[in-house]
């Protein structure tokens, strides 16, 4: 699990690092691809990000899961209290997780839309 974590950040590390250089920033504006060639690599973007980030719920809510298992198991009030407040900081997480990808899928919906009226509008200047 551990290792997961450190591979994703290296893969993020690296991500950022590439969409960062001057590079993809001028291949954007020039656009090679066409007129919405940067509108579609926009979706592309939020739907990898997406991706991300539904993956980051689905851990917080196999945490959330766990917490609930471990109250389950707290045989002394010690062990009930500790894991009750654990459960209560991974439900916290798991809903703040949850309003980050609802975001996120707007944020896609929106580049899908630009790029569909991107489309529309420059589809009678190709016919």
């Not at 690599?41 to 990000?49: G, I, L, N, S």
């Not at 991706?51 to 539904?54: D, G, K, L, Q, S």
């Given at each position: 699990?551990?290792?997961?974590?450190?591979?994703?950040?290296?893969?993020?590390?690296?991500?950022?690092?590439?969409?960062?250089?001057p590079v993809a920033h001028?291949?954007?504006?020039?656009?090679?691809g066409g007129p919405c060639a940067s509108q579609a690599?926009?979706?592309?973007?939020?739907?990898?990000?997406l991706?991300?980030?539904?993956a980051v719920f689905e851990r917080k809510k196999d945490r959330v899961a766990e917490a609930e298992e471990a109250v389950a198991a707290a045989t002394t009030d010690?062990?009930?209290?500790?894991?009750?407040?654990?459960?209560?900081?991974?439900?916290?997480?798991?809903?703040e997780a949850k309003k980050d990808k609802k975001a996120q899928k707007k944020r896609l919906a929106k580049a899908q839309?630009?790029?569909?009226?991107?489309?529309?509008?420059?589809?009678?200047?190709?016919?």
């Open positions: 699990m551990k290792l997961a974590r450190i591979l994703a950040g290296l893969v993020t590390t690296g991500v950022v690092l590439v969409g960062a250089s001028a291949d954007e504006t020039s656009s090679p690599a926009k979706v592309a973007k939020a739907e990898d990000a991706a991300r980030v539904t010690k062990e009930r209290a500790k894991a009750e407040k654990r459960l209560a900081r991974a439900v916290a997480k798991a809903a839309e630009r790029l569909a009226t991107c489309e529309a509008e420059n589809a009678p200047a190709a016919s």
